[in-house]
């Protein structure tokens, strides 16, 4: 699946044009608002998407080298999902390594294959993983951000 079509434009948020969250929280509930409006949830597709976001924060930290990558699977889907927050300055995600957070992908995961869901979850990782990327994200306006991040996917 490219990803492309898992991050449309109107989900790729930099800290040039979007608010300043400080919070794990904050952000996620920011995403996972943007994402609940672009697919058109229903009250209670949002409600079940958040609750599981909190269950699977709460078993493990989903960030790790100063990047996040919370992910959740919502059965109601057809295809992936995913938002991307590059805040203004680094957040406490609670990661492991106990390095606060630069960059946070957000996906939600339809009940497809597993190994479809795998492919995605690994396709981003690493580009999350991708040496300075934080800086390259910050360096441009949002839309170019976005360019560049999806050009990572075959790199």
């Known amino acids: 699946m490219k990803l492309s079509r898992v991050f449309p434009p109107s989900l790729f948020f930099s800290f040039a044009g979007s608010p300043d969250l400080s919070s794990k929280w904050d952000i996620l509930g920011f995403l996972l608002k943007r994402m609940a409006e672009h697919?058109?949830?229903s009250e209670?597709?949002?409600s079940f998407v958040l609750d599981r976001l909190k269950t699977r924060e709460s078993l493990?930290?989903?960030a790790h080298q100063a990047c996040a990558l919370p992910h959740v699977h919502a059965p109601f889907l057809k295809t992936a999902i995913g938002a991307v927050y590059v805040p203004n300055n680094p957040v406490d995600f609670s990661a492991l390594d106990k390095q606060p957070v630069e960059i946070i992908a957000l996906l939600l995961l339809p009940d497809s294959s597993l190994r479809?869901?795998?492919?995605?979850?690994s396709t981003v990782a690493k580009i999350l993983n991708h040496i300075n990327l934080?800086?390259?994200l910050v360096s441009r306006s949002v839309l170019e951000a976005r360019e560049y991040f999806l050009s990572l996917e075959n790199a």
């Open 39 to 41: 697919q058109q949830f």
């Open 44 to 46: 209670s597709e949002h």
């Open 60 to 62: 493990s930290p989903t």
């Open 116 to 121: 479809r869901r795998m492919a995605t979850l």
């Open 134 to 136: 934080s800086a390259e």
